[in-house]
């Protein structure tokens, strides 16, 4: 096998995955499309009205679209929301956009339960 074929298989992931209690969503278009590309492959049939699919399904669901200003943050968790970005370009003669990502460890709360409920 190719390494490219080998990097492809060591590199795929199911687009919604259950792991125990916790759903994961990951789905990025544009590296499925790619990949396909480099691998001179066709992006199957069925693959690829899927993706169409969502993608609509994601475009009419849209919850937050907003530009953030100078001294906004958004956190949300990566594994559970969709989310994409607008192109950006810095605007001549004003300040360089800087943006700065962080990883937090998400703790698990049972917000069900009477104690996890304060300030709710």
């Not at 192109?87 to 998400?106: C, E, I, N, S, Y």
Request: aromatic content about 10%; some cysteine.
């Amino acid at each position: 096998a190719s390494i490219m074929s080998l990097r492809m298989s060591y590199n795929s992931y199911p687009i919604f995955d259950v792991q125990g209690d916790r759903l994961r969503f990951r789905y990025m278009r544009y590296w499925i499309e790619s990949a396909h590309k480099k691998m001179n492959w066709k992006v199957p049939t069925l693959l690829r009205i899927a993706m169409d699919v969502l993608d609509d399904t994601l475009d009419k669901g849209c919850c937050f679209h907003k530009s953030l200003e100078r001294g906004d943050i958004l956190i949300c968790n990566n594994a559970v929301i969709a989310h994409g970005r607008d192109a950006f370009q810095d605007t001549p003669g004003k300040p360089r956009r800087h943006l700065v990502r962080a990883w937090m460890q998400m703790q698990k709360v049972d917000l069900l339960k009477p104690s996890n409920q304060t300030g709710l």
